[in-house]
């Protein structure tokens, strides 16, 4: 069993920055991925970013120059740096872990990015 942490949320202006954590903890757990993912409000959940646990990350076009996902195996800690905030980032962001053959999410910490 993984507990998934988040924190780094809040209210920021456009062009703004936050950096999100999230702190992995449990018994005995060996995270491959982590990263995270976003739901707006009427829509679907979607990836922002992940990243393996030998430190390749993926993100989504819609975040590529903008964000950057990393990682501290040590800490089991996931993080997003979020730069040149949007409007249109604005969400719920989650935290994704997988422990094989399980995927844990955190409770969810909102990004609100104002204009």
């Known amino acids: 069993q993984v507990q998934l942490v988040e924190s780094g949320g809040g209210l920021v202006q456009a062009g703004g920055s936050l950096r999100l954590s999230c702190a992995a903890s449990g018994n005995r757990i060996f995270i491959t991925t982590m990263g995270w993912y976003r739901q707006a409000p009427g829509r679907q959940r979607e990836l922002v970013a992940v990243?393996?646990?030998?430190?390749?990350?993926n993100h989504a076009d819609s975040v590529k120059g903008r964000f950057t996902v990393s990682r501290d195996n040590a800490k089991n800690t996931v993080y997003l740096q979020m730069n040149s905030l949007k409007d249109e980032d604005t969400a719920v962001y989650y935290c994704y872990a997988r422990m094989i053959p399980n995927d844990y999410w955190g409770q969810g910490t909102q990004v609100t990015v104002s204009s």
């Open positions: 990243i393996t646990r030998s430190g390749s990350p």
